[in-house]
């Protein structure tokens, strides 16, 4: 059994980490003031100064995901509320996570492809056209926040990197690093987790006009507590689908194994699709708890982007596992 911990997903929403004691304090550095302020800006992740690509930022706005339909969640709430297991199980990763060297960062591209390459990452930003879209964001936890997002469309990345007629899925994988990320050291007692984290999806669902590559947030350089240098984001999946930290891209003829799936494959499963109707094994996905305001709202399917995913899904049973899983 690979499982070695209750992980937070795995506790029901209601005993899940109490958020209003850290959004309380949030509230109280607020009121203190000009210097509050100050000091909370001085110790924020991802600072721009220290990165090279800061001058790309902000990048020009999409029009058609100009607005999301719900306020942005504030950026130090989304920097210091994460889910990154390489760094720790909790929700207060941020300061781990700013051990991770993000230069330089290569990207491997292998597989199914016409000739395996890699490509540093600032070579990638060259070849990339950035824009900004603002997505929502729906995590399998019941929580939910609003991002303005930087990056550029995943099927560019599909196109720059030549997959073959053979390629039907391409898979995602993060650095294995223990030096850095405690979580990735061997355990005492059994198997541990299977590192590297990774993910999947189909080359129809890659190519999807919504599948975005993440660099940058909030007219920066995304913060390495929210998957610095590149991550990805898919706003129609639970959260756990868009895998921070990416550094290796491989296309496949078989269906990638994800590392939730591994863990959990009856919880977790490979098309993790936002389903209000299809409950979590141990909780309801009918509603959502949005971050900082703590307002609970229905949950949409597709997270309300079925206009442009629905068809992916043509055939399969939207009430069954298929969807969910
Ligand atoms: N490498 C890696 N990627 C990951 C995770 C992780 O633990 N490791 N967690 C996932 C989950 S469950 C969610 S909800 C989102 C959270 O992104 P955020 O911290 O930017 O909100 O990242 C996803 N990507
Ligand atoms: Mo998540």
Redesign the pocket.
């Known amino acids: 059994m690979l499982i070695k911990t209750i992980h937070g997903?795995r506790i029901p929403e209601n005993r899940a980490t109490p958020e209003h004691v850290f959004f309380n304090r949030r509230k109280f550095i607020a009121a203190a003031g000009f210097a509050g302020i100050g000091l909370a800006a001085g110790i924020r992740p991802g600072r721009a100064a220290e990165n090279p690509s800061a001058g790309l930022y902000p990048a020009p706005v999409n029009e058609m995901y100009k607005d999301a339909g719900r306020p942005i969640t504030p950026e130090e709430v989304?920097t210091t509320?994460?889910?990154?297991?390489?760094f720790g199980t909790s929700k207060r990763i941020s300061q781990a996570a700013e051990a991770l060297k993000i230069r330089p960062w290569e990207i491997a591209f292998e597989g199914e492809v016409e000739q395996p390459f890699k490509l540093a990452f600032d070579e990638l930003l060259k070849k990339m056209q950035l824009e900004q879209r603002v997505y929502r964001?729906r995590?399998?936890?019941a929580w939910s926040?609003t991002?303005p997002w930087s990056g550029f469309a995943l099927k560019d990345l599909v196109a720059l990197a030549k997959p073959t007629s053979n390629a039907k899925f391409v898979k995602f994988e993060?650095f294995f690093n223990p030096d850095i990320a405690p979580e990735q050291k061997p355990p005492l007692f059994g198997a541990g987790y299977p590192w590297?984290?990774a993910?999947g999806l189909t080359m129809a669902e890659a190519m999807n006009d919504l599948a975005f590559m993440v660099t940058g947030a909030y007219g920066k350089p995304v913060a390495k507590?929210?998957?610095a240098p590149i991550?990805l984001h898919l706003p129609w999946k639970?959260?756990?689908?868009?895998?921070?930290?990416i550094n290796k891209i491989t296309f496949t003829a078989e269906r990638p194994r994800s590392?939730w799936e591994t863990l959990g494959p009856s919880e977790y499963g490979f098309w993790a699709n936002v389903n209000p109707a299809v409950a979590h094994p141990r909780w309801s996905q009918a509603e959502e708890r949005v971050l900082e305001t703590g307002e609970k709202i229905p949950t949409v399917i597709f997270n309300g982007y079925g206009e442009q995913v629905a068809s992916l899904y043509a055939g399969m049973d939207s009430l069954g596992d298929k969807l969910y899983r």
């Open positions: 997903w989304n509320y994460n889910n990154f297991y390489e964001h995590c399998v936890e926040m991002v993060t590297p984290y993910e507590s929210m998957g991550r639970y959260g756990f689908k868009s895998i921070k930290s590392f």
